[in-house]
C-alpha cells in the first residue's frame, strides 16, 4: 500500500508522509530502546493490532528506517538512517511533558524504559569520548541499561549483555524524579530512595550529573 502524501515539497510535509500515520512514531520510539521481535512490539502496543502492526513494518523497511533480520527469528531494527530519528522524537517527548493528562489515558502504561530515553539525555560521556560504560537499572520489575560508547549514550531494554559499571535499583517515582531533575543523585541516595548494588556512590552521582531532561537536548 502506497504511503498517503500531503503532495508538498516542504521538508516537514514529506517527513509525514512517512510518519505521519497513527501509530508510526510509538513503533519508532519502541525500536529507540534496542531491537524487538514482531510480538514485542505488539506487547507494547496491543490496541494497535498485528495487521496494522505487519503494514506500518513493511512500510517503515520500505522507506528505509528499519530494518528486518530473518535468524532465527525475525528482528526489526533501526537502520543509520532512522536513528536520525532519535534526538527529533525525544525533543517532541519533552515538549509533551507540558500538555495536561487526558482522563482517558491509562496511568499504567507508564514504563521506566520510556522514561530512560530522557533520562539518556543527561548522562554525559567523558569528553575523550573514548570511553565504555554500562549503567543497568533496576526499576520495580523493570530493568533496563545504558550503552555509554565513543560519546553515544543509548538507553536499552533489559538486562545489560556484559556485567554493568553501576548497577542501581529504586522504584517508578525515583527514576522518573532523577530524570526530571526534581531530585539530585545525592538527594536520591541521603533519603535511600535508590540502592547501589554494583559501583560506587560517586559513579552513580557523576554519571547523572550531566545534564537536565527537562531542558531538551
Known sequence: MANKTYGQLCPLARSLDVLGE?????????????????????????????????????????DGIINKSSAPMPIYELTEYGELLRAPLITLSLWGLKLPIDERIDASTARAELVALGLACAIKPRADGETHHIYEFHVG?????????NGRVLPRSGSAPA?????????????????????????????????????????FIDALMGGDMSAGI
Request: charge should be neutral; aromatic fraction near 4%; hydrophobic fraction near 55%.
Open 22 to 62: 497513527r501509530w508510526t512514531l510509538l513503533i519508532i520510539r519502541e525500536l529507540l530502546l534496542g531491537p524487538r521481535r514482531f510480538k514485542d512490539i505488539l506487547a507494547a502496543l496491543p490496541a494497535m493490532g498485528a495487521n496494522r502492526l505487519s503494514e506500518r513494518l513493511v512500510s517503515l523497511a520500505t
Open 141 to 149: 520489575d523493570e530493568k533496563l541499561h545504558f550503552l555509554v560508547e
Open 163 to 203: 556485567a554493568a559499571d553501576l548497577l542501581v535499583t529504586c522504584d517508578l517515582c525515583t527514576f522518573t524524579a532523577l530524570a526530571l531533575r526534581e531530585i539530585t543523585p545525592e538527594q536520591a541516595l541521603q533519603a535511600h530512595r535508590v540502592l547501589i548494588l554494583a559501583g560506587t556512590a560517586a559513579q
